[in-house]
């Protein structure tokens, strides 16, 4: 739908709900339209205040559009908690909240009852002090609530889907807090449908042996694909068997003319360590291309330690000859930091790595850096905490993220198994949720690939295989 068309349904709904859209929305000084359950509201310039112990509700008595934009610049001068409420009942008693809270940190969307019931739907980090202010955007429609931030990117922090509306009011709430509000109207708008999907893979199919022409097996673990003017290209970890990650040295390189035609050809090794670079050994190559020249990153280790690994990048022209980067390391990172992949967005690119939380929180996690430059990256911030604890190998390994329809979907593992790779979904590209897991398939350092005719596969590998697996991927519409 074109923009001027989405702005002339919006303007048919708001007639349809009774003329002016801004006079179905939040009168912001006139607190006659307002009905309170607790605590002490009051108008001020601009808008509203809030305080009080416990949990305090301020409900718009005029029903909102089933489908509506909803902005709402929020203060948190002290306190807990606080936020808006959305598909709320008329007396307040249970709907749907978004809130900032204080005390966690966190952004909160929730389904909510009489207090204190609460149910978390959705989650965002945000270790917000005291006195931060905000603005909040709502889209909800379709049985579907997005939050945007505008000051945090153009994409939703927090998403629930498939809600059962309690009513059709808005509201503010403060929980053990003081805060002031500045609401807007709730106009209507289109509606925003949000479709989620669930990836399925087929069976594998062995498409390259590093073995062949070797007199002994060897293996392929972490890897990459990627597409050149000659066809196609794999770049992996390699060794002889049994596995030796600390002594794998060099990447593999072999190449087909197209995805599924077998056998892959073996071709010279990509990449050597050099210890006088400080590499202490090669894993897990992820190659992209800008411009003309490909860039490889890939994880270095540390001749220090665990405590400081390294992320180097190599690039070429004709994905045969590489050069390395001479301001290497791009960045270093804590325990183990390593499995580099990168996601271009909207201009903005998206590095993706796994590594420990700290020294005290050992908790495995997938972190997350961005660039405009593939060269100059932003400080660290954390996309996935895993429950699980541990050092070296964990469930956020591997990590690969693929952006299709209005969704970015992690992939990691190995979770509960070595050939287990989990499958997660949020709508923005910055976090993910241990809960919102929507699907797991039996691979090992899966990578996801998208063929020019719209065609996706996933991959297989391992110390324990004989080569590299790839079989079909196709995204199913979530019933």
């Known amino acids: 739908m074109t923009e001027g068309l989405g702005l002339l349904v919006a303007l048919v709904l708001a007639l349809a709900v ?4 801004a006079a179905q929305g939040p009168a912001q000084s006139e607190l006659s339209a307002w009905k309170a359950t607790a605590g002490k509201w009051k108008a001020v310039a601009k808008g509203i205040s809030g305080e009080g112990f416990l949990d305090n509700r301020l409900v718009l008595q005029a029903e909102t559009p089933e489908t509506f934009e909803w902005s709402v610049e929020l203060s948190l001068k002290e306190g807990c908690s606080a936020g808006v409420l959305l598909y709320a009942s008329e007396d307040g008693a249970r709907g749907y909240s978004v ?6 940190g966190e952004l909160i969307l929730s389904r909510f009852g009489p207090w204190p019931e609460e149910t978390r739907l959705s989650s965002f980090p945000w270790g917000v002090l005291d006195g931060a202010t905000v603005k909040l955007r709502i889209l909800a429609g379709g049985g579907t609530v997005r939050a945007f931030v505008p000051s945090r990117g153009a994409y939703p922090l927090l998403e629930a889907r498939k809600l059962e509306l309690a009513g059709r009011h808005v509201g503010l709430r403060v929980i053990d807090a003081q805060a002031t509000f500045v609401p807007g109207p709730a106009k209507a708008t289109s509606l925003q449908i949000v479709t989620a999907h669930v990836p399925q893979v087929g069976a594998f199919t062995h498409i390259y042996d590093p073995s062949v022409g070797r007199g002994e097996p060897w293996y392929i673990n972490d890897h990459c694909f990627i597409q050149g003017s000659d066809g196609w290209h794999l770049f992996g970890i390699t060794h002889a068997k049994p596995a030796a990650p600390m002594e794998e040295k060099s990447f593999a390189h072999a190449t087909s003319p197209d995805m599924l035609k077998t056998p892959w050809a073996q071709q010279p090794d ?5 210890k006088a670079l400080g590499e202490a050994h090669l894993w897990a190559p992820h190659v992209i291309k800008r411009g003309d020249a490909y860039y490889m990153f890939y994880c270095a280790g540390s001749q220090k330690g665990n405590y400081f690994y390294r992320i180097h990048l190599a690039t070429s022209k004709d994905l045969r000859t590489w050069t390395r980067y001479p301001d290497n390391p791009l960045f270093q990172d804590f325990f183990d930091a390593r499995d580099p992949m990168v996601l271009e ?4 690119y998206y590095l993706y790595y796994t590594a420990n939380l700290d020294r005290e929180r050992m908790n495995h996690v997938v972190k997350v850096r961005t660039s405009k430059d593939l060269l100059h990256w932003s400080p660290a911030r ?5 429950p699980e604890t541990g050092t070296f190998g964990g469930p956020t390994e591997s990590p690969f993220v693929v952006r299709y329809g209005r969704h970015f979907y992690l992939f990691c593992g190995p979770d509960g198994a070595y050939h287990r790779t989990v499958v997660y979904r949020s709508p923005n590209p910055y976090h993910w949720e241990y809960s919102q897991q929507i699907y797991s398939f039996p691979s090992h350092a899966a990578e996801v690939v998208e063929t020019k005719d719209g065609h996706f596969y996933a991959s297989d590998s391992g110390w324990d295989m004989a080569g590299v697996y790839l079989a079909p991927l196709e995204w199913k519409p979530e019933e």
């Open 99 to 104: 809130r900032l809270d204080s005390r966690l």
């Open 382 to 386: 954390v996309a996935l905490t895993h």
């Open 18 to 21: 009774g003329g002016d859209a």
């Open 345 to 348: 967005v909207d201009g903005t």
């Open 270 to 274: 990509a990449l050597t360590f050099d």
